[in-house]
Structures are given as C-alpha cells and as structure tokens.
C-alpha cells in the first residue's frame, strides 16, 4: 500500500512561496494521478491542482491559476506544488492525493483520489 507523506507548509507572508513536497513509499507511484487538495479554516476540502501520472497534463483551480504549478519527479516518488504570490485565502490545511491505475483524465473532485496524505498547514498571514 502506498504511502503519502506531505512536508513544506508553514507560515509565510502574503506575497511569498512556499514549496509543497508530497513523498510516496511503493514501486507504483509512476502510474498514479497526482492531486493536491487544501481545506480552510471552517471550509470543506477543495481542489487545488492535478498532474497526469505521466505528467503530460495538469489540472488547476481557477482560484490558483497562474501562481501555483504543480509537478512531479517519478524518479524521485515525488510529486510537488510550488506556490507562488500567496494570498491569505490561501491559508489552509494542504492534502496530497493519488489516484490508482493510469487514467487519462485529471480529475478535480475528491471521491476520484484513492489514496490521502496527513495534511500540511499553510498559513499566509496579510
């Protein structure tokens, strides 16, 4: 069984980055969709960006859309989320997820993820 492991949250200032590290144990991370997901304060889980398990497509919320970019080192099991000019919404609890088996589509809606990492905080003070 996979494992996910995410690392890289803390607190920045509105205006930074912060890089998200989500790290895979098991041979089969190659053919897993990636997605990172993130839940606010108060709020229900939301997408936040996908990557294809051959990283040939990527998915974003509209809300990130050119400041966060989402990739992925196969060689490495490990799948990445570097965010860029964060805003204070963006303060939440940041969950990476995998999908089994080699699908084409990335998908934006939880129930599509098999697999669930413990979360890591992001807190973006203003």
């Known amino acids: 069984q996979v494992q996910l492991v995410e690392s890289g949250g803390g607190l920045v200032q509105a205006g930074g980055s912060l890089r998200l590290s989500c790290a895979a144990s098991?041979?089969?991370?190659?053919?897993?969709?990636m997605g990172w997901f993130r839940q606010p304060p108060g709020k229900e889980r939301e997408f936040v960006a996908g990557?294809?398990?051959?990283?040939?497509?990527?998915n974003y919320a509209d809300s990130v859309k050119g400041r966060f970019t989402i990739t992925r080192d196969n060689a490495k099991n490990t799948a990445y989320l570097q965010m860029n000019s964060l805003k204070p919404e963006d303060t939440a609890i940041y969950y990476c997820?995998?999908?089994?088996?080699?699908?084409?589509?990335?998908?934006?809606?939880?129930?599509?993820?098999?697999?669930w990492g413990q979360g890591t905080q992001v807190t973006v003070s203003s």
């Open positions: 098991g041979r089969t991370f190659s053919s897993y969709t």
């Open positions: 997820a995998a999908r089994e088996g080699r699908k084409m589509l990335v998908p934006s809606t939880l129930n599509e993820y098999d697999l």
């Open positions: 990557i294809k398990w051959s990283g040939s497509r990527t």
